[in-house]
């Protein structure tokens, strides 16, 4: 998974006073949890841009210079109920060996049947949650919709792999292809076309037996 790095300062003061003269001065109050002890630090609110602004998921490099570097994962965000200014962001620390969960878009590649032949396609859920040590947690999970007719969905199930761990059940559909009134009927032509055949063979009579078979 791709990683971003948020430089910061430790803070010391954590205090309400201490908070406000921070983000006067246009730092974003932050704290990591996970680790041995809780850390609370500081950084320019424009650090945050390249991991608010994005669909996509990432893990996190704080670098705290003198006082060390933490691998993390984006917890919450506190935002200002008017402006759009963040207040304050929470994040918990990984670790190589610990497996973390995390929310990781899916992205549908292709276009499906069943939308151009007027059918629409539904989303259900956008993100799936996934638990797996850092190495394996994917930048996003793919489905391939290029099949998928009118009434066909895309469940968790299908979705397993060995890398990681999706932490929904299996029954939860993550995207499907419902009907509409400009839909039109998905007749397989490969299907009828080998049902022609049958039925030719089946049925069909040359004209000369027909005629043999009358006269007798």
Known sequence: MKSITIPGSKRESVGKKATK???NAGLVPCVIYGGDDVIHFSAEEKAFKNLIYTPDAHTVVIDL???GTYQAIAQDMQWHPVRELLLHADFYQIFDD???SMDIPVVLEGTARGVLNGGVLRRNNRKLKVRAIPANLPDFITIDISDMKIGHKRYV????VDEYEILHPDSVVVCMIKTSRTAIAEDDDDEEEEGEAA???AGDVPATEQGEAASE
């Open 157 to 160: 199930r299908d979705l397993r």
């Open 65 to 67: 210079g003198k006082d």
């Open 21 to 23: 003269a921070l983000r």
């Open 199 to 201: 039925e030719g063979e």
């Open 98 to 100: 610990k497996p973390v």
